[in-house]
């Protein structure tokens, strides 16, 4: 997209579902706003007539690096991430550890209690309860949005944000492919930087579990999300069926998101 310091961002505008498509403009997601230029907010006003911000940071996070304000836009606070959970998960890691990652990724690319930290954040997004109630809203209150577009972000645009990305598009009935292929766009974004830090874990001897840690942390670990889709379909029978029992959009709610967002 032609935004100048909105990091990560792309309309879903233009992928095809079944014999649809998603109409341009209106789902738009990305990184956060907080160093969104004037003319990128001048865009989101003018162009894509924002009229929801969907905000899936924690509290510390949008504390720290708080939004734009957007003209027009309501902004709704929705973290994704159990504050319990992550309490819990983030007892072995240094809080200071996430707030300059690059400079420590490589080193803890090869701690196990790391690794497994990275495994686990999209299961955890899944099976939740807190997370669910978040993505259930998510979807709801972009089900009963005003006219105009609806914008959904986390720090970096690629985890929280891919999986909220996800549900939606499972909701509006795109294949499997095209959700996988939405959700590993992000690595073309960040693909210059996690391939320089990989260099230096096998550098470093790493194999396998290391990169795909790095991946996990600075782009996204599309293997972890086929996995964790391949969880969904085992413990709940498929990604609709899941969206239908864990967040509430039954088939009347589906099919008025696909009159409102698909065309021919």
């Not at 939004?67 to 606070?77: C, K, L, M, S, V």
């Not at 073309?188 to 391939?195: I, S």
């Not at 790095?214 to 379909?233: E, H, K, P, Q």
């Not at 029978?237 to 021919?264: E, N, P, V």
Request: one cysteine or more.
């Amino acid at each position: 997209m032609e935004f100048q310091k909105i990091v990560n961002a792309r309309d879903l505008g233009g992928l095809k579902v079944g014999n649809k498509t998603i109409r341009k403009g209106l789902l738009l997601r990305s990184g956060s706003l907080n160093e969104a230029s004037d003319e990128d907010v001048r865009l989101l006003v003018e162009k894509y007539h924002l009229r929801r911000i969907f905000d899936f940071r924690t509290e510390a996070e949008a504390a720290l690096q708080p939004d734009r304000i957007i003209p027009g836009a309501e902004h709704i606070f929705l973290p994704t991430l159990d504050p319990e959970m992550e309490k819990r998960s983030g007892d072995a890691v240094p809080a200071q550890v996430f707030l300059n990652l690059q400079e420590y990724i490589v080193r803890l690319s090869f701690n196990h209690v790391f690794q497994e930290k990275g495994r686990m954040l999209y299961p955890s997004l899944v099976r939740s309860e807190f997370s669910q109630l978040q993505y259930a809203a998510f979807l709801n209150l972009t089900l009963e949005a005003p006219e105009g577009a609806v914008l959904w972000h986390c720090s970096q645009g690629k985890d929280r944000t891919g999986i909220g990305a996800a549900f939606l598009l499972g909701a509006l009935g795109a294949s499997r492919e095209t959700i996988v292929r939405d959700f590993d766009q992000s690595n073309v974004t960040y693909k210059p930087l996690v391939d320089s830090l990989i260099q230096k874990v096998e550098a470093a001897g790493g194999t396998e579990n290391e990169t795909e840690t790095i991946r996990a942390f600075m782009g996204v670990s599309t293997r972890n999300f086929c996995d964790t889709l391949d969880l969904i379909d085992r413990e709940w029978g498929s990604l609709d069926a899941y969206i239908t029992a864990q967040l509430g959009i039954d088939d009347a709610d589906k099919a008025f998101l696909r009159q409102k967002y698909l065309t021919d």
